[in-house]
């Protein structure tokens, strides 16, 4: 992850701002409260680097830590990770008493899931922690309505004979980000039912939770007693209407950044790139950026993608290939100097002096905030400023 060596600029790297992470989780802390906060870090905390940003948001007071699939969960605690840790994709043949064994709460979607735990708790001889998820609308996972009492009354039994701790209920929002979306409320009224039915089961949970990060930007309602953030923990606005990330006290936290390979003089004519879909308008200077789409950048952001050099805005010139790209910088001959390879490219960041940002990206892509920082590759070192001194080959 944090392979680069401080005195050999990378070709391409990702910046991750440690003290922006921590920042925004005090403000997400301050938003959310009194509810507490999860710090959401599935898919390498949305390509940020799972360790690292884990660390960070539970020095800044993070109270949860919430991951998508058993080996998140895993890898955590194995990185010594303590308290409380969720963990809610699951599928037949998971190992479940791994999980019970390193005392992460598991969350309950359906029947299956839950008899899968308790032979985990049989095997294991540990009582284990569950979290029952409702389906309040969303259509995806959780356990729909007429299934509810079904799963909730033999998660008591489970309780009842010591084999489970409910330690939450839950659901997750389908438009949080669209607010006045007629199925928020709709979706909230289904939440209360549901613990109103668990409630008068005798369920006690520890949590009940509702909200990402659009919810919790947005409907203070819908924050209970822990919010799930993930994107906005990131510095990114979940959605362009909900306003900016500064508008919510917010920073960006990853800057993808390249060095130029090379900058050459063109003539008027001259095909730019694969299938030649740019052509210079006149002579003109090339700046090849060493950054493709097996590095993320997506290939849709052919002939739209923002990239800034020198301090000014370009767009990128033909199509993304999969290892670079190119940017045509114009004739020059002005008063700024010529960029010169080894300089840097900026594709995104906090957006300070006009830089593109990773919403900008997804503007021009057609996409979301979420899907450009997370897409961004293995190949692409993390470099984290302040360094991860937690980290121990920091
Ligand atoms: C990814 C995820 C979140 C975090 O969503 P953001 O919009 O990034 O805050 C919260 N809850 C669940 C169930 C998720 O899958």
Redesign the pocket.
Not at 228 to 234: D, I, L, N, P, S
């Given at each position: 992850m944090s392979d680069h060596t401080a005195l050999t600029p990378a070709r391409l790297e990702a910046r991750i701002d440690l003290d922006a992470l921590r920042s925004n989780v005090r403000r997400l802390r301050e938003i959310a409260a009194p509810a507490q906060v999860?710090a959401?870090v599935?898919?390498d905390a949305?390509g940020h680097g799972m360790l690292p940003c884990a660390r960070a948001a539970l020095e800044a007071g993070a109270a949860w830590i919430?991951t998508?699939v058993p080996q998140e969960a895993l890898a955590l605690r194995a990185a010594g990770i303590e308290g409380p840790i969720l963990t809610?994709?699951h599928s037949p043949g998971d190992d479940f008493a791994a999980l019970v064994r390193a005392d992460v709460d598991v969350s309950v979607s359906g029947q299956w899931a839950l008899h899968a735990i308790l032979e985990a708790v049989e095997r294991t001889g540990r009582p284990a922690r569950i979290q029952l998820k409702a389906d309040t609308g969303l259509g995806r996972?959780g356990v729909q309505p007429h299934d509810w009492p079904l799963v909730v009354d033999e998660a008591v039994k489970a309780e009842r004979d010591g084999l489970v701790k409910v330690t939450g209920v839950?659901s997750?929002f389908a438009c949080?980000?669209e607010p006045g979306h007629p199925s928020i409320q709709l979706q909230l009224t289904a939440f209360h039912e549901a613990l109103a039915y668990a409630e008068a089961a005798g369920v006690r949970p520890e949590v009940r939770h509702m909200a990402?990060?659009?919810a919790?930007l947005s409907l203070p309602e819908s924050h209970f007693d822990l919010v799930?953030?993930?994107?906005?923990?990131?510095g990114l606005s979940?959605a362009p209407e909900l306003g900016l990330p500064a508008d919510h006290g917010l920073r960006p936290v990853m800057s993808l950044v390249a060095r130029l390979a090379s900058v050459k003089r063109v003539p008027a004519g001259h095909g730019v790139s694969y299938g030649h879909t740019y052509r210079t308008s006149e002579e003109t200077r090339l700046a090849l950026v060493p950054a493709g789409y097996a590095d993320g950048v997506p290939r849709a952001a052919s002939g739209v993608g923002p990239v800034s050099i020198g301090g000014r805005r370009y767009t990128i010139a033909g199509r993304v290939a999969m290892d670079q790209f190119v940017v045509d910088l114009g004739p020059g001959g002005g008063a700024d100097p010529d960029p010169r390879p080894g300089d840097e490219a900026v594709l995104f960041g906090p957006g300070d002096g006009g830089t593109p940002t990773a919403q900008d990206w997804a503007d021009a892509t057609d996409t979301i905030g979420?899907e450009i920082v997370t897409r961004i590759g293995p190949r692409v070192p993390r470099v984290y400023h302040p360094v991860d001194s937690s980290a121990p080959n920091a």
């Open positions: 999860m959401v599935k898919a949305y919430g998508a809610w994709l996972n839950w997750h949080a980000d990402n990060s659009p919790t799930r953030t993930g994107v906005a923990m990131y979940p979420y």
